[in-house]
């Protein structure tokens, strides 16, 4: 080329031909994220881990915030706006929450803390299960590379220059050919860091979701040595339990006055625990240990509701602790408005708490037998009439207690009971909703120290700091 003149022309061919690819990448690039569908994500978008127990709120809580961090991520953002816009996350998490207008950061410092703590677990696992050699590498050898990062740099820039003349020297044509294929390499390569840097931004702010939602849900408040201490408290007013953290199951069982709830927990329980002959004159739950499905319980056998605020508001208290309402109506007892006014005040309790996860409720009508006549059917099976009468009832019952948004299980508890297997099925079906319903408690519900509370709080640093000084007064005396 240099003998025939051609090397100029050779080397502008190449350049232009070069820069035209490059170009042409890019527009397809381009036109590609034109036709794309906005609102689905690329295939290859890494996403955070949520926790399956989340609640309904806490799942659109983070829904909300990941739809803002797809906007922001679409195109990657500068390091130094990526703090700003991850604390944008964490209000709309809080916004979500149920936190408005508190503040991003309305949690405590020991709560802060075991975030880090968790954080740190989870990175320390990461390390050891993907990075090879981390256990042989020191601290220290990582800091002396750091701190000569600015000569390893200087000197790969250095070494891949002098590589260039070398090159250009053994081989003028072939280094510029290098040369040309570099500049399309790098034309790939910086399109790739770029969507590689905004996946990744994606996937860090995702993560401070997910933290945000463990905050406001009250799930980092506790560890789980310090949540099972909670339940073992928790438990001393029933019976002093020291069973498993998910263990036992507070099953509450409410309704008006003789609508059946002790005879409910006698059939549930197989043992005649309960009283059901006692004058409803007490205003405190009365707790019987059994089991679902081989799951121990509490059943809490309540005061019955007699429409008085006093009563109304004793049966409240312990619903709202409970992980499973089992809710009696009389079937042959048409006045259900004591019924339907207490458990609108036990929904609008939820209503207005979004991070409290509402315990199942299963309404039973009880006392069926005393609606149908020819009480018992052979075989314990009712025939067309007594099935539509038990129908209609089951209906009403839907219809006035709840708006139609439960279903009732009709039961009679009478010898020979029936139905009753039906509803320990439906018992054994909520069981697992139970379980987070008492997770969500325990975590959430917890009792906020006092002023009492912080002055032993501070009384029991006071004696730790003058314990240090308590052996040197000792020693004193003893020298002299």
């Not at 770029?194 to 994606?202: D, N, Y």
Request: hydrophobic share 45%; proline share 6%.
């Amino acid at each position: 080329m240099v003998e025939h003149g051609w090397l100029i022309l050779f080397i502008v061919t190449s350049i232009s031909f070069g820069g035209a690819l490059r170009l042409v990448r890019l527009a397809l690039a381009w036109w590609q994220r034109r036709r794309a569908e906005p609102d689905a994500p690329p295939p290859e978008k890494l996403r955070a881990r949520i926790d399956p127990d989340w609640s309904a709120s806490d799942r659109r809580a983070f829904e909300a915030a990941r739809l803002f961090i797809d906007e922001r991520t679409s195109e990657p953002l500068p390091w130094d706006q990526l703090q700003p816009v991850a604390l944008e996350v964490i209000r709309r998490v809080a916004d979500a929450s149920g936190h408005r207008g508190k503040g991003v950061l309305d949690f405590s410092v020991p709560e802060a803390l075991l975030l880090v703590d968790r954080v740190a677990v989870r990175l320390r696992a990461d390390l050891r299960d993907r990075v090879p050699f981390v256990d042989s590498v020191r601290v220290g050898t990582l800091v002396r590379l750091w701190n000569y990062r600015h000569v390893a740099r200087h000197a790969a820039v250095h070494g891949r220059t002098a590589w260039r003349v070398y090159r250009a020297v053994k081989s003028l044509p072939v280094a510029i050919l290098r040369e040309v294929e570099g500049v399309i390499a790098e034309g790939h390569a910086s399109l790739v860091t770029e969507e590689g840097t905004a996946v990744l931004q994606g996937l860090l702010l995702e993560e401070v979701a997910v933290a945000a939602v463990d905050l406001y849900s009250g799930r980092l408040r506790f560890s789980d040595a310090e949540l099972l201490g909670l339940r073992r408290a928790a438990g001393e007013a029933d019976l002093d339990r020291l069973a498993s953290p998910d263990k036992p199951l507070r099953i509450a069982v409410a309704g008006q006055v003789s609508a059946g709830k002790s005879s409910l927990i006698n059939a549930l329980v197989g043992a005649d625990v309960a009283e059901t002959d006692a004058a409803p004159t007490t205003e405190h739950a009365r707790t019987h240990v059994g089991d679902i499905d081989g799951v121990a319980v509490l059943f809490l056998d309540l005061p019955g509701l007699d429409g008085t605020q006093r009563v109304t508001d004793a049966v409240l208290k312990e619903l709202v602790a409970a992980d499973l309402v089992l809710w009696t109506i009389r079937a042959n007892r048409p006045a259900r408005e004591i019924d339907r006014a207490t458990l609108a005040r036990f929904y609008d309790h939820f209503a207005t708490r979004p991070a409290r996860r509402m315990p199942p409720v299963i309404p039973v009508v009880t006392c069926v037998d005393a609606i149908v006549a020819g009480w018992p059917f052979p075989e314990n099976l009712l025939d067309e009439v007594a099935m539509a009468r038990v129908t209609e009832i089951v209906k009403a019952v839907a219809r006035e207690v709840a708006d139609g948004g439960l279903h009732p299980v009709p039961v009679s508890l009478v010898d020979p009971s029936w139905n009753l297997d039906a509803l320990r099925h439906r018992i054994s079906a909520q069981l697992g909703e139970a379980l987070m319903a008492q997770r969500n408690r325990l975590r959430v519900e917890t009792r906020k120290p006092g002023i009492l509370d912080e002055a032993q709080r501070a009384g029991r640093g006071l004696r730790q700091g003058l314990s240090f000084f308590r052996p040197r007064e000792s020693e004193d005396k003893d020298k002299s």
